[in-house]
Structure formats: structure tokens, C-alpha cells
């Protein structure tokens, strides 16, 4: 019996997933508090209680992330771009590009047909285009990010941002409330703001084939449906498991594979 483990270890959030003959057993999300060692233990523990099982029924285990040098048990190290490319065509069979949407970065991916990087490109160097972006910018408008893709549905008259910068924008909204704007109209602004700052990122990696989102971002349907319209193209929905646990995902089946 072979049931291998990832652990994805991000700037925000840390995901485990337990994954039996390409199936998940169990799954677990938590925040990372900055703290890898302790964030990895106690996302495992919680998968792993999940499934009934212990570390040491586990077969392998990939460990994954920018928090993946600091885990406290044995595992490989694969980047996450890897685990991410593996866990979006697992996710998605016909996935050929994918943006994956983190906390801190954000990463526009091309496949090869066997489900390898065939190119990347990285924005990790300012906010504008992260998860953090939405974060900041939604407690500024005082509603919780898991709602902004609800402002975008709602939305009659979505602002335009005057800068994508995370700082000017923060006061941007201030203003845009104190003009009277609606809470729903900045929101979908929001989305709209962080779809233009990916779509600069996927045109000049280039689109090609389907396209989907993977990271916590994908949750927000609202810069889903953005990037839709500013690209014109399709963004495919992920149903087969939640998006933000893609990196965890391909690193279970790469620990499955490298058994091989
Ligand atoms: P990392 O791997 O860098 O720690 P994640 O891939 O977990 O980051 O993504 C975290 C981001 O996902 C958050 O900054 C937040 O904007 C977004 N997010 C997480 N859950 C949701 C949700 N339910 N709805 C909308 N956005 C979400």
C-alpha cells in the first residue's frame, strides 16, 4: 500500500494533503503564521488525523513551498512551480497554462504534455498582483476577502483604480468610499485591479491551450471572471478539489511517482 503525503508550506497558508492511488484521503488548511516548522507539523497532523493514519504509515512524503527547508520530518524538496504544474493537470487534465495565485507572489506557468514546466514567469516583487493585494484592499473596504467575488456579481459601476500600487490604492479606496462609491462597485474595482496586474503576466508568457487559476486566489470567482473579460478567453473552472491545495496536491503525487 503506497500513501504518500505534501506539504506546501506558503507565505500565508500551509496545506497538507494525504493522497492514496492518485485519490485523496484527507486534506488540511491552516495559516502559517511565519512559523514553517510548526505551521508544517501541525497541517500534517491535522491531515493525517483526518485519514487515521501516522507519519510513519506514509510511503513518502514531498515537502514544498518557500517553508519547505524547514519542515521537521523527512521528505523531498520540490519547487513549487513543479508541484503546482503536477497538481493543476491533476486537477485539470487539459490544463496547459496556469497562473498560480498565492499570498506573496504570483507565478504564470506553461505546461508541457506530460504535465513538466515548460516556462514560467514571476511577479514577486511588489503586492499589487498577490493574494496579500485583495487582503489588504478588503479590510481597507471592511469586508472579508472571501466576499469580494460577491461585490463583482453585485457590482452596477465598478471604479477604475488610478494605481495599481498596493499603497496608493489602499488610499484610493478611502477616497472612492468618501466619495459615495459602493462598497460592491470598489470591491469588483479590486478585482478588476488584480486581474490587470495577472494579465500582464500571462501576455507576456503567452496564453495557450486551457487556462486555469491555482492558489487561494482562485477562490475569488470575481478575478476569475475579470481576467476573463480582459483577456478574452476562458478561465476553467477547478470543481475536482479545492484550487489553494494544488502545490500540496502535486507534491503527494510527485512522492507517489518518485516511488517509482
Ligand atoms: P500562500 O501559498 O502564498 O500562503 P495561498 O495560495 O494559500 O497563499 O493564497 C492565499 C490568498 O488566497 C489570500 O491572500 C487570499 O487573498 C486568498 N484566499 C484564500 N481563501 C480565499 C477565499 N475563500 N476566497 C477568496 N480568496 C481567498
Same mark, same amino acid.
Given at each position: ?19 492514496? @492511488? ?31 493514519? =501516522?507519519? !510513519? ?31 493543476? $493537470? ?15 507572489? /504570483?507565478?504564470?506557468? @506553461? ?11 514571476? !511577479? ?14 478588503? @479590510? ?10 460577491? /461585490? ?11 494605481? =495599481? ?25 479590486? !478585482?478588476?485591479?488584480?486581474?490587470? $496586474? ?8 503567452? %496564453?495557450?491551450?486551457? %487556462? ?12 476569475? @471572471? ?7 478567453? $476562458?478561465? $476553467? ?24
Amino acid at each position: 500500500m503506497s500513501i504518500t503525503a505534501g506539504c506546501d508550506v506558503g507565505s500565508l497558508t500551509a496545506k497538507a494533503v494525504i493522497m492514496e @492511488k492518485g485519490r485523496i484521503l484527507a486534506s488540511a488548511v491552516i495559516r502559517s503564521r511565519a512559523r514553517p516548522e510548526e505551521a508544517s507539523r501541525e497541517v500534517m497532523d491535522l491531515a493525517l488525523k483526518e485519514a487515521a493514519l =501516522s507519519i !510513519n504509515d506514509l510511503t513518502g512524503i514531498t515537502r514544498t513551498g518557500y517553508g519547505r527547508g524547514r519542515m521537521p520530518f523527512e521528505g523531498k524538496e520540490i519547487s513549487e512551480i513543479t508541484c503546482h504544474g503536477r497538481g493543476a $493537470r491533476w486537477l485539470l487534465p487539459s490544463v496547459k497554462t496556469l497562473i498560480d495565485i498565492g499570498g506573496q507572489d /504570483c507565478k504564470a506557468i @506553461k505546461l508541457k504534455s506530460d504535465g513538466s514546466i515548460d516556462r514560467f514567469i514571476t !511577479n514577486d516583487k511588489c503586492a499589487s498582483g498577490t493574494g496579500r493585494f485583495l487582503d489588504v484592499m478588503a @479590510k481597507v473596504l471592511g469586508v472579508p476577502v472571501e466576499d469580494l467575488a460577491t /461585490c463583482s456579481e453585485r457590482a452596477d459601476h465598478p471604479v477604475t483604480f488610478s494605481s =495599481s500600487c498596493a499603497v496608493w490604492a489602499q488610499a484610493d479606496v478611502i477616497r472612492l468610499l468618501n466619495e459615495g462609491h459602493g462598497v460592491d462597485d470598489i470591491g469588483a474595482g479590486i !478585482n478588476n485591479a488584480m486581474a490587470a $496586474r495577472v494579465a500582464v503576466l500571462l501576455n507576456s508568457l503567452g %496564453l495557450d491551450g486551457d %487556462l486555469c487559476i491555482t492558489g487561494g486566489v482562485a477562490k475569488n470567482l470575481g478575478v476569475a @471572471k475579470a481576467l476573463e473579460t480582459q483577456l478574452g478567453c $476562458r478561465v $476553467r473552472k477547478i470543481r475536482k478539489a479545492d484550487p489553494q491545495l494544488a502545490g500540496a496536491i502535486g507534491a503527494a503525487l510527485l512522492a507517489e511517482e518518485n516511488l517509482k
